[in-house]
């Protein structure tokens, strides 16, 4: 074919992609963030978004697909129109804004070719994150089922391919409110503190060429008693696995190990890692087949140690590296106005944990909601300890918090418990090499609760390196757990303690405050308390933080402020929804927000 023919080709398939991108628009008219007229419809989201195990090659499937919504049994044959990937349907930023409900599926269909380079080598199909049960297709094969809204995974497409044009359906299913799946604070009927429900895609959508052998998952375990980092390549049932650690570019240590077994690096004279020096390792890892380096992945890692002990007056405290820290931080919901689930931008995503460090905090709690990778990777590179909360599902039940051991504990059926046991274990298993993550919170207020005392030792089991916040804000059972979580709004209250726990104050606050021009509906918003002027909120802050400070000498040894924005009609935020507006001055809750978390230096 002549070359005019193909430039001209070329330049009709850029036209084409062009005016389609032309034709999305956000939906709706409610606020958005300054992100939102960044959101490039030909290439939202292109980072690379797994940077705990990056390769070189890869491609970005987000984009403009087509989209349908039919009654449940019902095939797709057309379009209804077209939806940005990864922005659920639901959303602004979608371009549809549709909610689709229990009796529909919604349906996705894209095509894309795969790159002569890729040839001879398997193709992964990665999904960051689909709510809740996805079917996929490829070129009219099954692919695979997966269901769970928070975690990624992925298919070997490889066998179902074709030369030139594939094509990719995706039909997914979300009961919201209406079945045991967590949904955290999705409901059908928003209002008060629950939100839009979310469905479908909301993480980036990706192909990757591996080798017939290569390495799944990276699970790096930091020792500082033993001076060394075990780093396991999972997936490979064969060769040598080579461990390369750097510290700011120079080789620190070296390991080797048979596949399937933990490579062990000697770190000498590490660098531990914390919210005051958050120094992360570069880390190589290749594997070695019949003298073949056949696989090679890029990621990091940090010495770092999550731990309890008693100070001199015997009160358990949170420790970091051995030694006494309060973990002070911001209930982070993790919505946004125009994209619900999913930042519009990666500058967005990273803005809230900077803003974080801005005020002054070391931690989040991040509620009921799982980020992105990229998410915890901003927050282990800045600085931020992250409490990990279980999305909650089946809310009624009993909720007792000011007394010990009289709550009830939900009665799950089977599906539903071993659902939640596989979605639980799934965010375990992603976050585990995450250095920012210190506390697993399975239960929050009894949302769901069941098994308290069973389930916080399965996840101590799990996860042995860190600490287990069994129920935030109680229910309360002996012996489940490490911590303590007391919920009092809105002024801090030390009203039980437990000598064998460590105490903890994992929510309080939501100091409200309506700004005109930020607010999600105009006509209808709610706080705990409000206050007309950041002056006001300011010194109402302040004068909670103080209390604060007074009662750590008496036993808390963390807490949780709500929260870091509004969401939707909630005001309680530090800054307003739409992240335009702070509510408070800055500099002030810096310097509290030290003093509280230098208590305890």
């Known amino acids: 074919m002549k070359k005019s023919v193909l430039f001209l080709l070329a330049a009709l398939f850029f036209c084409a992609s062009a005016a389609t991108a032309q034709n999305w628009a956000p939906a709706g008219d409610h606020i958005r963030t300054p992100w939102a007229d960044q959101v490039d419809p030909k290439a939202p989201l292109p980072e690379y978004p797994r940077p705990l195990l990056q390769r070189a090659d890869w491609m970005n499937l987000n984009g403009l697909w087509d989209y349908a919504v039919l009654p449940l049994g019902t095939s797709y044959e057309k379009p209804d129109g077209q939806i940005l990937v ?9 371009g549809v804004g549709r909610t689709v409900g229990k009796d529909n599926n919604l349906w996705y269909q894209r095509t894309f070719s795969v790159p002569k380079a890729w040839k001879g080598r398997r193709v992964l199909l990665h999904f960051g994150a689909v709510d809740w049960q996805a079917d996929i297709w490829v070129n009219g094969v099954k692919a695979g089922t997966h269901t769970g809204g928070y975690t990624p995974f992925s298919l070997d497409i490889t066998d179902a391919l074709t030369t030139g044009t594939n094509t990719l359906t995706v039909k997914v299913w979300d009961g919201t409110d209406t079945g045991f799946q967590p949904r955290g604070k999705q409901v059908s009927k928003p209002g008060g503190i629950w939100y839009t429900s979310v469905t479908g895609i909301w993480q980036t959508v990706w192909l990757e060429p591996v080798a017939e052998q290569h390495i799944a998952n990276l699970r790096t375990t930091p020792d500082l008693d033993a001076g060394c980092i075990r780093v396991l390549a999972e997936g490979v049932s064969k060769g040598i696995v080579q461990a390369r650690l750097l510290a700011e570019g120079q080789p620190v240590a070296t390991a080797r190990a048979l ?3 933990e ?12 919210p005051d020096d958050p120094f992360l390792y570069d880390l190589e890892v290749s594997l070695v087949v019949d003298g073949k380096v056949v696989d090679r992945v890029q990621s990091y890692c940090a010495m770092r140690k999550i731990g309890k002990g008693p100070d001199a007056q015997g009160i358990l405290r949170l420790q970091l590296n051995g030694k006494p820290i309060f973990m002070y931080g911001p209930l982070d919901q993790g919505w946004w106005p125009d994209g619900l689930y999913t930042a519009p931008t990666d500058e967005a995503l990273a803005y809230d944990v900077q803003k974080t460090k801005d005020w002054g905090f070391n931690m989040i709690r991040k509620h009921v909601k799982v980020e992105p990778a990229r998410w915890y990777y901003h927050c282990d590179r800045l600085g931020i300890l992250v409490w990990q909360d279980m999305p909650s599902g089946e809310w009624t039940g009993g909720w007792q918090n000011t007394r010990y051991y009289e709550g009830a504990e939900r009665e799950r059926s089977a599906a539903s418990e071993a659902n939640f046991r596989k979605e639980w274990e799934a965010e375990m298993d992603y976050l585990y090499s995450n250095p920012c993550v210190a506390v697993w919170v399975p239960f929050n207020e009894g949302w769901g609760q069941f098994k308290t005392k069973e389930i916080a030792t399965w996840t101590a089991q799990h996860d042995p390196t860190r600490l287990v916040n069994a129920a935030s804000g109680g229910n309360f059972f002996p012996g489940a757990g490490d911590i303590l979580d007391l919920h009092n709004y809105p002024q801090p209250a030390l009203y039980l303690f437990d000598t064998k726990s460590v105490n903890v104050l994992g929510e309080y606050g939501g100091i409200g405050m309506p700004v005109e021009g930020h607010l999600w509906t105009p006509d209808r918003n709610w706080g705990y308390i409000k206050f007309a002027s950041p002056a006001e909120v300011t010194e109402e802050y302040v004068k909670y933080a103080r209390q604060l400070r007074d009662m750590v000498a008496r ?14 009609i909630e005001v309680n935020g530090l800054m307003t929804y739409d992240r335009r507006f702070d509510k408070v001055d800055i500099p002030r809750i810096r ?11």
């Open 263 to 274: 490579a062990e690096i000697a770190v000498p004279d590490a660098r531990c890692w914390s």
């Open 86 to 94: 990864p922005f659920c349907i639901e959303s602004s930023l979608s």
């Open 259 to 261: 596949a399937g077994t």
């Open 555 to 568: 036993g808390f040894s963390a807490a949780v402020y709500t929260q870091t924005t509004d969401v939707e």
């Open 591 to 601: 310097e509290i927000n030290q003093q509280v978390i230098n208590t305890l230096k």
